[in-house]
């Protein structure tokens, strides 16, 4: 039972325009969402965050939205750049008890000069 | 000023020979964790420490084992490694006070021949 779904694996997108990364969660418990991005042979990095008392979080060309409503979060990256060609992991914690961070299959997202 | 290191980041090993995987963290963080990675799939959550106090997960085979000395560090045992094994190893750390956010080291590549 996958708890948090990132149901595309791949995303192209040109240069400069938009992207827009989804992920959905079935646990209602999960109260903090993150988001990584992963080159090949390294760590994932972390990118952003957001609380669920909160519906958006901005950070420069990073933004994520959150709609508790429908257990969907967003990452939207404008204007986009090749050097954001990468893996891109949306995690989710904050079940009672635990420290634990429950991972999606992660996006492959690749930004076409 | 490197936060969560692994060593080494490329690991070979035979099949059956014991390996150990190191963490070390400079940001004193209470929680580590560990987690194993296949290509394309999501980081799987193998055990983490909450100060000292071990937290396994159900399915974490049993020929996986862990040490943490000391808040700054924290091994991988892996006492008779198979071909199934090979994959990138992530250590992790978290604050827990105020602070969600778990960071990662850099990852140990383990290959088994």
Known sequence: DQQVKQNSPSLSVQEGRISILNCDYTNSMFDYFLWYKKYPAEGPT?????SSIKDKNEDG????????????????????QPGDS???????????????????????LKVLA | DAMVIQNPRYQVTQFGKPVTLSCSQTLNHNVMYWYQQKSSQAPKLLFHYYDKDFNNEADTPDNFQSRRPNTSFCFLDIRSPGL???????CATRRLAGEDTQYFGPGTRLTVL
């Open chain 1, 46 to 50: 972390f990118l952003i965050s957001i």
């Open chain 1, 61 to 80: 060309r990073f933004t994520v939205f959150l709609n508790k409503s429908a257990k969907h979060l967003s990452l939207h990256i404008v204007p986009s």
């Open chain 1, 86 to 108: 990468a893996v891109y992991f949306c995690a989710a914690s904050g079940v009672s008890g635990t420290y634990k961070y429950i991972f999606g299959t992660g996006t492959r």
């Open chain 2, 84 to 90: 199934g094994d090979a994959a990138m190893y992530l």
